[in-house]
DNA sequence: AGTATATTTGCATTATGGTGCAAGTACGCA
DNA sequence: TGCGTACTTGCACCATAATGCAAATATACT
């Protein structure tokens, strides 16, 4: 396999694997936050949000803001109140093309024997 | 919407967005890890996985096993060594999962004015 | 049996992150 | 201008988790 092959089929597995989105994602306040509101199915206030949660409301609003930093979800301010939204299409597309780079990752190239030289040849 | 069509439409959502799955790819040192074996694309031993880090080996055992645990990766013992591949099956049906159930979890019901009477209603 | 290799576990240290309370900011309304 | 509402920020506290070192375990080899 020639380094452009290489860089071709695995190359997009360290951008997608990104820690932070999945840190955004391993609370299990921040994914009940998160269910509620993509079951809302609409444009959610802060209190509303936090009415899933036996949270503090500051909490709450740390939370999303930390989702909205991950790009998980979006919002929009109009007056007073924050309208939060699950950014669907930047999520199912995320989540998509990280199962698509990980089975197009050279799946061909498995071998028993290891004969890519493995990790330590990186 | 009643509330048979709710469950079925939207029940997947939280047993999908499952917190201790993000957990462990939430790691930068595991994210770092689970990318080399994906890369890799055979078992790599303990060691050979650790050549991708410079962390010391008992972090690496802990990582892996730990991603084990999440179901990420498996493993299998031969005398002395371990060695360890993604699941790549279960990792890639799971992130398609996800995005199955945020795009059908009710979207023809998305309206503006939060008639669901979102998250509040639960 | 004794030694070397591969991995795991115990322990102490340090870093990170979640939480609640109180105070602050921003905006709408009378 | 003053008050109430919606949300955010500062701060302290606590829990969890990442890390390295040293010791322990398990297995192979001679």
Redesign the interface.
Known sequence: MTPVQASAC?RP??DL???EL??A????T??RL???????????TVS??G??CAVDLSVVSRHLSLLERAGVVQSSKTGRTVHYV?D?VR???T??A??DA??Q???A??????A?G???A?
Chains 1, 2 share one sequence.
């Open positions: 695995c597995i360290d694997l990104d820690p999945f840190k994602l391993s609370d299990p921040r994914s998160l269910g509620c509101l993509v079951k809302c199915g609409c444009a959610c509303d949000v009415e899933c699950v669907y999520l199912c597309r989540m998509r990280i199962a990980i089975e990752c050279c799946p190239e498995q071998l028993p024997g290891c890519r493995c990790c330590g990186r």
